[in-house]
């Protein structure tokens, strides 16, 4: 008896050792940057009235989409939600959908692989440590499943890597992706054909990611309710494809796809005559981040196809 008291008393001692080291130690550099990216993109969105303009995606969508081209061709406030792929969907959705109101419309150029996600790689990565560390109210809100698969999995090398990153947080050291390189309205700046052509080499030597689309997968569930909660709420959502070099075949099945996905709960999808596919010279430093000058030219015509939407609404939706 004695011994399994013991034991349990361990067991226990372990867990809160274990719990208070990962509640102490984070990775101000890199999951701080997403924090403090998602603030400053929100701060900005509560001051715009609607009907306003949000771009929801992961990287694809900060980097490659310009708030400032939609805003002169639509004449609307425009605000870049978008951050990284890795972020779960859902968690995005939970963030943002208080802050969009009828009458807005909310641009989705999500990457290929988020489509394909399951719930795993959907709860998976960073997204953990954002919740332990800055996001506990929705931490809270889960069930028990996921609050225990959020603190199991920070690891050897993320204490490794917090303890780095901690330590040049207090020399401030800032990534290329802080808020600093940010327009006032979220999108990325700065990333010009030039600054990018360190990674020429990089960028031809990489592979493009598929773009097969699946029939459902979770974060197509996920997608699906929240098309359909904005539908009701009378928030136009419009799908479209993210930018990716010119030598990926986009197939028109997969796009046919994802327009009834859009569509089927009420929705809208458009394709640029291009499918939003560029010259291997347009791109940053990986094969979903336009530079900054096709980044602005790729918003324009973006903003040409979703004119012919925004004059089509109901007057009772503007």
């Known amino acids: ?15 809160a050792l274990f719990v208070g080291v990962f509640s102490v130690v984070h990775r101000p550099v890199v999951v701080g940057a997403i924090q403090r990216q998602l603030d400053y993109k929100q701060v900005y969105a509560r001051t715009l009235t609607s009907p306003k303009i949000i771009i929801f995606a992961g990287s694809n969508g900060r980097y490659s989409h310009r708030c400032e081209e939609l805003t002169r061709a639509l004449s609307l406030p425009c605000v870049n939600a978008s951050i990284a792929v890795g972020i779960g969907l859902d968690f995005l959705i939970w963030k943002w959908q208080p802050l969009l109101h009828a009458g807005d419309l909310v641009y989705l150029p999500l990457e290929y692989g988020q489509y394909r996600f399951s719930n795993a790689e959907m709860h998976g990565g960073l997204q953990n440590a954002l919740m332990v ?36 947080d207090r020399h401030g050291y800032k990534t290329s992706s ?32 598929s773009t097969a689309v699946p029939e459902r997968s979770d974060t197509i569930d996920v997608l699906n309710t929240f098309l359909r909660q904005m539908h009701e709420a009378g928030v136009t959502v419009v799908g479209g494809l993210p930018t990716v070099p010119d030598s990926v075949n986009v197939e028109a099945n997969d796009i046919a796809r994802l327009r009834r996905l859009y569509e089927d ?38 903003a040409s196809a979703l004119s012919g939407l925004l004059l089509a609404r109901p007057v009772d939706a503007r």
């Open 1 to 15: 008896m004695n011994k399994l008291l013991t034991l349990a008393g361990l067991i226990a001692l372990s867990i």
């Open 133 to 168: 560390h800055s996001q506990r109210d929705y931490l809270w809100s889960l069930d028990a499943q996921r609050i225990a698969a959020a603190y199991g999995s920070f690891d050897l090398p993320f204490l490794v890597h917090g303890v780095v990153e901690m330590a040049l």
């Open 178 to 209: 802080s808020t600093d390189s940010l327009t006032p309205q979220g999108d990325q700046s700065g990333h010009t054909a030039g600054s990018g052509a360190a990674y020429a080499v990089f960028l031809k030597n990489s592979n493009a990611e």
């Open 265 to 302: 709960a009420g929705q809208q999808f458009i394709v640029l005559p291009n499918r939003s596919r560029y010259p291997l010279g347009c791109f940053f430093d990986t094969l979903y981040h336009l530079n900054e000058g096709c980044q602005k030219a790729h918003s324009a015509l973006v």
